[in-house]
C-alpha cells in the first residue's frame, strides 16, 4: 500500500469494518492481514485509537489475536537491528520469542529476542513491553536472564534478551529425578533471584516453573519479567488500562489470591507462587485442586481450599505433567511442609513477610536448625537440637543418650570395665547444665548446635572443676569421646592428651585409667593417620590391659584391633597378621553370633591380605561375608556397603570382569537409606569446611548412590562425573582420593560407561 494513498484507503477501511460484528470482524481483518498486513496493523492502531471496541474482549480477543497471528507474515530471516531471526521458541500473551543470531560481524552470539504482538505495536499496549525493557535494564543477577539491547524495527518493538540453553524447571525435574534437598536447593536460587528484584522494588507476578530454565549445569534461570510490575512508580491509571487490553495474565495454579480476585498486588504475591512451586517440586502436582480443573474450579479452590497434605498425595496417583515425586519424599514432611503452608496463607499477611524471610526458612532447614513457620512446636525443636550436626542416625542416638543422660556409658565396647570409674554427679549436674544453656534466649534468638554447646564447653574448661581433679578428668573423657563420636578429631586429639595427662598426674600408668586414656588416644592417632604416635601409645600397654581386664577382654580387643590397622599402614604386615589373627580369637569369644563384629573383623582381614599382594585371598575373604548382606541388622548396613564396594575393587584387582556391571548395579542394596546416608554426608561436609579430599569422597559416593537408584540417569552421568575426575588429578595421592575413584568407577559400571569406568580406573592404577 502507497502511504501517499493512506488515508483515503484507512477511512473506508474503517468504515467498512465497522460495520461488521464479533466473528465477522474477525474474518474480515484476517483477510486483510492476508492481502496487506500493514494496512491490517494501522486500521486496528486506528481502531485503539479511537478506543474502538471489536467485539467482547476488545483488541484482546483471543479469535482477534490468533486471526493476526495466522496471518503474519513468516518473521524467519527477518533482521532487527544487529541480529537475524532464526526460529520461534516461544510465545506468550504480549508477543513471541523467537532465536536469533548477531548479523553485523561484529562478534558471534546468540540471543532470544522477544517481539510485541503485532495487533499492539502501535498502540497504548506498547508501553507495557517498554516497562519490561525497562524492568530488565535494572536487573543484573546470575540467575535472572539479561537484557542484551532493545529497539524498534518493522513497526516492531523488541527486547534481546540471553539465550537461556536447557529445559523448563518441570521438565528438568521429572527427567533427573533430584532429591528433595536438591529440589530446595533449585528453589532456593529462584527465590534469591526474586528477592533481588524486589530489592529493585520489582515484583515478577507471574512466577511459574515454565518461566524457570534449568541450564545443562544444574543452574536455574528466571524468565520473562512480562507482568513485573514497578513498586516504585505511580502507573495505576495505565495498568488499568493495560490489563483491560491484554486481560489480568495470570497462571491459575500459580496466581496469589489477591491475584485472582483483582486485589491490590505486592511481594507477597511472588511469596504466594514460590510456595506453589515449592509445594509442586516436593509432591510432583499442585496444592489446590487439580492441575486440569476447569477456570472457575481452579480460583475457587485457590480462594477457599487449604492445600493438600503430603502424606494422601503420597498414596495418590502421579501427576504426569507435574515435576514428579521425589525418592525421598519423607523428607519433605514436617519442617518444609510447614514452609511451604505458610507462604500459601490466603491472606498475605500471614505469608511470609517477604521472600527473604522464606529463604531464611528453607536454609534452616537445609542446616536442621527449628523454621520459623513451626516456632510454636518446642517438641519439635527439641528433636532438632541434638540431631543439628550427627552424620549417621546412630552417631545421633549416641550422642543424645551420652549427653543426655550424662555420657554414663562410653562409645567403645568395654563398658563392663568401665563401670567402676562413671562420672560424678557434679560431672552430670555440668552436661545437665550444658544442656539447659542451649535456651535460644541466651544465644540471639536461635537454638545452638551441640558442636557450639561443644565448643562453648571446651573454651571454658580451663577455669571448671581446678580444685577437683576427678571431676575433672571425667569431663575431658566425655568431651573427647563424644568429639570423636562427631568426627572432629582435630578437638577431640587435645582433650584427649589433656585427659591423659591428668590420669597419669593422678595415677600409675597400670590404673585402668590411664589405659583407657591410652586406649583412646591411640584410636583417634589411628584415625588421623597419625600410625607412629598410636603404635607407641598402644604397644607397650599390652601386658597391663591383660592384667588389669583380663587377657581375654574386650579392651585387649580392641588394643589389638587398632594396633593391627597402625600396622598395616606401617608397613608391619606380619605385626598385622598376628594382631587380627588374636582379634578372630577374642571376637568369637567375646561376640559369638555377632554378624557386625565378624564382618569388620573380615573386612580388615581382606585390606591385609591386598596390601601383601594376595589378592585371591582377598577376594575370597570379602566373599565370606556375603551371607551377612542380607541381615535386617541395622548397625550392617554401612558395614555392608563397604564390604560391597571391597568385592569389586578385588575383582577389578584379579581381573574379573565378567559380570562385574551386574555386581555393582547389586550395590543398591536398600537406595533410599543410602541416599540419606550419603547425602546427610556430603551435606555435613560442605557445613563443616572439611578437607577437599574428604567433600570429594562424599560427593562421589552420592554420585554412585544417585546412579544406582536412579536419580540420576546414564546420560546424564559424565557431565557430573567428570569435573569429579579432574579434582581427584589435581589433588595428586592419597587413600580419600583412591575411594573417591572407586566410588566414579562404581557408579560409571552401573551406569554402563565403560570408557568412563576406564578414565577413573586408569588414575586409580
Known amino acids: 500500500m502507497d502511504q501517499r494513498d493512506d488515508r483515503p484507503q484507512l477511512h473506508d477501511l474503517l468504515r467498512e469494518v465497522q460495520a461488521l460484528q464479533g466473528a465477522q470482524r474477525t474474518t474480515w481483518l484476517e483477510a486483510l ?163 533481588y528484584a524486589h530489592a529493585q522494588l520489582i515484583v515478577h507476578r507471574d512466577l511459574k516453573p515454565n518461566n524457570v530454565m534449568v541450564t545443562a549445569d544444574g543452574q536455574a534461570k528466571l524468565l520473562d519479567f512480562g507482568l513485573a510490575a514497578l513498586l516504585d512508580d505511580d502507573q495505576a491509571d495505565t495498568e488499568g488500562e493495560l490489563t483491560r487490553q491484554t486481560g489480568r495474565g495470570l497462571t491459575l495454579g500459580y496466581a496469589a489470591p489477591e491475584q485472582i480476585t483483582g486485589a491490590a498486588t505486592g511481594t507477597t504475591a511472588d511469596v504466594f507462587a514460590l510456595g506453589v512451586m515449592l509445594f509442586e517440586l516436593l509432591s510432583g502436582t499442585l496444592p489446590f485442586g487439580q492441575r486440569h480443573d476447569n477456570r472457575q474450579a481452579a480460583e475457587h479452590a485457590v480462594l477457599h481450599d487449604e492445600p493438600h497434605r503430603l502424606n494422601e498425595l503420597a498414596q495418590a496417583r502421579p501427576d504426569n505433567a507435574g515435576p514428579g515425586r521425589p525418592a525421598d519424599g519423607w523428607r519433605a514432611r514436617g519442617d518444609l511442609e510447614a514452609i511451604a503452608a505458610k507462604a500459601l496463607r490466603k491472606r498475605p499477611d500471614q505469608r511470609y513477610a517477604n521472600v527473604q524471610a522464606l529463604i531464611d526458612d528453607l536454609q534452616r532447614w537445609q542446616h536442621h536448625r527449628p523454621v520459623s513457620a513451626r516456632r510454636d512446636d518446642w517438641r519439635h525443636r527439641s528433636s532438632l537440637f541434638l540431631r543439628r550436626h550427627a552424620v549417621l542416625a546412630g552417631a545421633s542416638a549416641l550422642l543424645t543418650l551420652t549427653l543426655a543422660a550424662g555420657l554414663a556409658a562410653t562409645t567403645w565396647q568395654w563398658r563392663r570395665a568401665e563401670a567402676a570409674n562413671r562420672s560424678s554427679d557434679a560431672v552430670t549436674r555440668y552436661l545437665t547444665g550444658l544442656l539447659a544453656s542451649a535456651n535460644p534466649e541466651l544465644h540471639g534468638g536461635q537454638v545452638p548446635s551441640v558442636l557450639q554447646l561443644l565448643d562453648e564447653s571446651r573454651l571454658e574448661l580451663d577455669g571448671k572443676f581446678a580444685d577437683d581433679p576427678a571431676t575433672r578428668q571425667r569431663l575431658l573423657e566425655v568431651l573427647s569421646r563424644t568429639y570423636m563420636v562427631l568426627n572432629r578429631f582435630d578437638h577431640a586429639l587435645p582433650l584427649g592428651e589433656q585427659w591423659l595427662a591428668l590420669a597419669r598426674q593422678r595415677h600409675d600408668e597400670d590404673d585402668p585409667a590411664v589405659l583407657l586414656a591410652r586406649l583412646s588416644l591411640g584410636q583417634v592417632h589411628q584415625i588421623m593417620g597419625n600410625h607412629d604416635a598410636a603404635i607407641a601409645l598402644l604397644e607397650p600397654i599390652g601386658p597391663a590391659l591383660a592384667k588389669r581386664f ?34 578372630r580369637v577374642l571376637t568369637e569369644q567375646l561376640h559369638p553370633g555377632d554378624e557386625f563384629e565378624q564382618a569388620d573383623y573380615l573386612n580388615n582381614l581382606g585390606v591385609l591380605r591386598r596390601r601383601q599382594g594376595r589378592l585371591a585371598e582377598a577376594l575370597a575373604v570379602v566373599r565370606q561375608t556375603r551371607p551377612m548382606w542380607t541381615s535386617p541388622n541395622p548397625k550392617l548396613a554401612l558395614q555392608v556397603l563397604v564390604l560391597r564396594r571391597a568385592e569389586i575393587t578385588l575383582q577389578i584387582d584379579n581381573g574379573e570382569f565378567d559380570g562385574l556391571a551386574a555386581e555393582a548395579a547389586h550395590l543398591q542394596g536398600h537406595p533410599a537409606d543410602e541416599l540419606r546416608l550419603r547425602q546427610a554426608l556430603v551435606d555435613t561436609a560442605l557445613r563443616d569446611g572439611v578437607a577437599p579430599a574428604t567433600l570429594l569422597l562424599h560427593r562421589a559416593e552420592l554420585l554412585r548412590a544417585q546412579v544406582r537408584s536412579g536419580q540420576v540417569s546414564p546420560a546424564a552421568l559424565p557431565g557430573l562425573a567428570q569435573p569429579l575426575l579432574a579434582e581427584a588429578a589435581a589433588l595428586g595421592g592419597g587413600a580419600r582420593r583412591g575411594h573417591s575413584l572407586l566410588a566414579l568407577v562404581d557408579a560409571a559400571l552401573a551406569a554402563d560407561h565403560a570408557t568412563l569406568a576406564a578414565d577413573a580406573l586408569a588414575q586409580l592404577r
Open 33 to 195: 492481514a492476508q492481502r496487506d498486513a500493514a494496512a491490517a496493523q494501522r486500521v486496528v492502531a486506528a481502531l485503539a485509537d479511537a478506543s474502538t471496541q471489536l467485539g467482547p474482549g476488545g483488541l484482546a480477543s483471543p479469535d482477534l489475536r490468533s486471526a493476526l497471528d495466522r496471518a503474519e507474515p513468516a518473521l524467519a530471516g527477518l533482521r532487527l537491528g544487529a541480529w537475524v531471526l532464526q526460529h520461534k521458541i516461544g510465545q506468550g500473551g504480549m508477543g513471541e520469542v523467537w532465536q536469533a543470531r548477531r548479523a553485523d560481524g561484529l562478534y558471534q552470539a546468540e540471543a532470544a529476542i522477544k517481539l510485541l504482538r503485532s495487533d499492539l505495536a502501535l498502540v497504548p499496549l506498547a508501553l507495557r513491553f517498554a516497562r519490561e525493557r525497562a524492568v530488565l535494564g535494572r536487573l543484573n543477577h546470575p540467575a535472572i536472564a539479561r537484557l542484551l539491547d532493545a529497539g524498534v524495527a518493522e513497526q516492531r518493538a523488541y527486547l534481546v534478551l540471553e539465550l537461556v540453553h536447557g529445559q523448563p524447571l518441570a521438565e528438568h525435574v521429572r527427567q533427573h529425578c533430584p532429591t528433595v534437598g536438591q529440589r530446595v536447593a533449585l528453589l532456593l536460587r529462584i527465590a534469591e533471584a526474586v528477592d
Open 550 to 583: 583380663g587377657a581375654d577382654s574386650e579392651a585387649v580387643r580392641q588394643q589389638q584391633f587398632v594396633l593391627a590397622a597402625d600396622y598395616m599402614h606401617s608397613n608391619r604386615p606380619d605385626d598385622a597378621q598376628r594382631a587380627l589373627e588374636r582379634v
